[in-house]
Structure formats: C-alpha cells, structure tokens
DNA sequence: CGGAGTTTGTGACCGCGAGAACAAACTCGC
DNA sequence: GCGAGTTTGTTCTCGCGGTCACAAACTCCG
C-alpha cells in the first residue's frame, strides 16, 4: 500500500546492525511501544517477551524476531528493561521528538481527530486545522481556529510539516493530496473512501471505515452460512482469536 | 484450485458457494466494489481488468486473480459488466442486504462515525448508539437517541445485532468487547487503542489512528535520515541503569 | 565455581501472496 | 466462416512473513 519506491539503493554498505525494517514488523512496533507505556505506567520495570507479547497480543516468538531487527536490547535469562525499550522503540519509529501534522478537512470526524488526545500523547502535534468551507473557517476546534485550505503551502513552510491528514469527502481527497504534496509533505494519512494517486517518495495510508465494516461482514455471513446448515468441517475452524 | 465444487450439499438458490478466498483478497474486494459503483454512476455500463484496477489502485493481474476466487464473471475478450459484477462482489461480501450496526461510546469519535453516511451508503445500518456516561443519554445524534449502555443486550438481541462498533477510551474498551460478545455480538470493529482478548469465533478488526501516523512517522524518519545522508544509528549511548 | 533453570536471539522451514507470462475464449472485420 | 486482435483466467515462480525449535547467554543457588 505503501506508494514508497524502494529503490535508496544507497551503498548500504554501512555496517549498520539493522537496517530495512520489514514492513510487518514497522506495523507492529507501534503496539509494543504501547503495550511497554501501559506496564511502565504500572510501574513494571522488566518484563519477560512472553508477558509482552501477552499484553501486545502477538506470539512471543514474533515479537522477540520483531525486536531483533531493532538490535539486542533484552538480556537473556531476564527479559527487557521496560524504560530502556520503550525509548529504542521510540526511536527507532522516530517519534522521540513530536512531529507537526495538520488536518485537513474538519468536519464531524476531522473534529474527532482534532480532538484525539492520541496523537498528541504519542509523538504527534496538531499545528493546524484547515477547511474549504467558509463557515467553518474562523471556527475554534480543539484549541485550534480553522484556517482556509488556500493557506496549506504556507503553513507546511512556516512549520516544516511533513505529515498530512485527509479528512474530507471523497471527491475532494485528491485535490487536497495534490496540494499537500505540491506544499512539500510527504506522507498522508487519508479518510477519504477514494484511492489517491501520488508520486513516488509520498507515503500514503489509508484509513477506511466502510471496508473494514464490509470485511467483517464477509466473516460474518461465512459464520452464518455455516452455522445454517451447510457444517463442511464441524471442527472449531476458530477464525483467529 | 477446481472450480468444480465438490458439491458439499446445499445446491439451492446461491449461484456457486466456493470457499476459502485468501484473507488479501477479501480485504480488496470492498475496494473494488466501490471503485465499480463510481463506474456505475458515470454510467460506465462495462470495463477491463486493466481499467478497474487502475482505479482501485492495484495491479490488473492481482485484480483478475481476486475475481478469479468468486468465479468467472467476466468475457474474454471484453472485460466485466459493471452491474454485473457489482452485485457479484456484494453477494460474495454479504451486502447485498444491509447489516444492523451499534455505536457503543458517543464521544467525537463516536459522532462522526453516526454521521458518517459511508455506514449507511454501503451496506450497513446504526440502529443503536449506546454510551455510558449520564450526560449523554437522551441527547439526540444522527437522528438516534442515545441510550444507556445497559441497554446493550436487549437491543442486540431485538435487532439482531451481529456488529458492534467501539468508540470509547482504551480503559473501558475490554469491558465493553466483553459485553458484547456477551450479549451475542460476533464482529467487533475497535477504535480504542487497546487489544482485546476475545473468543475463538469472534472476529475483531483494529483501527488505530496513532499506529497509523507512527508508521507514517518511522518511513518520514528514514527519508529524512537518508536526505541528510547521516545514518545517525549508533552512539545514541544507553539510558541503562 | 559449576550446574540447573530461564529467557533471548536466530536459523530452518513452510505457506501465503504478488507478479509475470501464457493459454483459452470472445469479438470484429472481411 | 475465418483469421486477427483483445482480454480474461490460470499457472508458475519467487520472496516475504509466521512459526517452531534450539543454541547462546545470563542468573541463581548450593
């Protein structure tokens, strides 16, 4: 999904203990990171990777492969230093320091986010709200007054943001991407229903709430066909837990 | 792969029930659905492969071979009726008639997913918003009254409530899976930035808004790391004790 | 100091999924 | 009717990712 192009062939010479981070893994290490600030906030310094993965919801062995593309941070015998992974955690996703991110279209769920102390507490800051409606414009959501969607390029510039979040309607999303990109950011967070197009180097994710709805209810009328009549294996055929 | 079912019993009325369609595959099928209705209100009446995954965002090959799973629904040397296949994917996820949804938690969150017409549009109806806290109940949103959370069980069994939606802080999420599974819900859809231990037969899908700026955040790291050319790995001297 | 117990880190294996390439099947023009 | 052109459906191959199992390394205790 990532629309990042792989190439930064980059000597990669370097003698560095780990690079190239498998994907899977990146998308993981945000949950420990959480997992380790929720038993930090119990005041638990150590931890084993079974009880880790416990709280993280993962297999063990998947989370201590996970953490070992990061390096050797645990101690064999004892387990992890809760404080000590945390911050190579952190620093390996990058979010030692807050990043500036600006939302773009506030409407019923843009103010949701706006108002999502999440990002500000894990390494993200709202620097700006913007909207193409006028009546909105002026408006104070969160601590934040609304500004028109004309001066994205300027506030990217004045506050070197390079995270965007897309939260309009689906026919507007990709004109919003182009601006953000044409204004010099380069990964986008998009709530739009619509596919985005953007050049290579621009990280996109998406965020779709009909899909994920739609795929459970795939699961769900498998469920229901089975228990119906048509019983094929009778067995558990547990779908994940 | 035999497109032949083997039978398996049950030869009534549904067209060609084959099973096991890769968990990828499902997961691109509301993608193509939706990119297959905005062919269809541009009065578009057919497409090739080529055309329809370019507007999903995938490759035409991996786009024939999702098809492929339902079944050939397509003419060679033509390409797929829009309509057609249309309803085809939507039998197949199970929206061809729309599925009762709750909203537990109405904070902003909560809200805006009420207000999200995406619910609505494609498969799905919120016949309930429940929330805890006293403030809330009665108000009115969406159109819905809000009503206590205790009321959990009765409506999900008079409506026939299989999907639940949660919307409320990661504290609370658990008790409210627990709840729901408990009242008979077997598809959760969670926002709250917690893992949830749920039973085998329950499925359980995550949204995590700040996991998705994180792995934003670590990919804007390495960019920024490679535009500097400093590696900047090692030497970040230990916090250890 | 050494052995037992514990836990990490990693090598091996396997299955899913992505992509390319090609055969099958349909339409169109003559 | 038949060949040329087009597009689907499928097969093959390869690499990523998940899981298992075990060696390495650390602690504890006698």
């Known amino acids: 999904m990532t629309a990042r192009s792989t190439n930064t062939g980059e000597g990669s010479g370097a003698q560095d203990p780990h690079r190239d981070i498998p994907e899977a893994t990146v998308a993981r290490l945000p949950v420990y990171l959480r997992a ?5 906030e119990r005041n638990i310094a150590s931890c084993s990777s079974e009880e880790l993965a416990t709280a993280a919801g993962v297999n063990s062995a998947k989370l201590r492969k996970d953490l070992s593309y990061l390096g050797s941070y645990g101690t064999r015998g004892v387990g992890y230093d809760v404080d000590y992974l945390s911050y190579q955690i952190a620093r390996e996703i990058g979010v030692t ?40 414009q002026g408006r104070t959501v969160a601590g934040l007054e609304v500004r028109p969607f004309a001066d994205l390029a300027e506030i990217v510039a004045a506050e070197q943001v390079s995270i965007g979040v897309i939260s ?6 990709q004109d919003v991407a182009d601006a953000m990109v044409a204004a010099g950011i380069s ?13 290579p180097g621009v990280d996109v994710r998406k965020v779709d709430l009909s899909i994920e709805l739609q795929i459970l209810a795939y699961h769900e009328s498998r469920k229901a066909a089975e228990a119906d009549g048509t019983v094929d294996n009778g067995s558990e055929e547990g779908i994940r837990a």
């Open 36 to 40: 380790l600030t929720s038993l930090a």
């Open 97 to 136: 320091h807050d990043w500036p991110v600006i939302i773009v279209g506030i409407g019923n769920l843009g103010q949701a986010l706006a108002n999502f102390s999440g990002f500000s507490s894990r390494g993200f800051r709202t620097v700006a709200l913007l909207d193409a409606a006028e009546p909105m």
């Open 168 to 173: 309009v309607p689906a026919t507007a999303a």
């Open 187 to 199: 990964s986008i967070l998009n709530f739009a229903p619509a596919v985005l197009n953007v050049p």
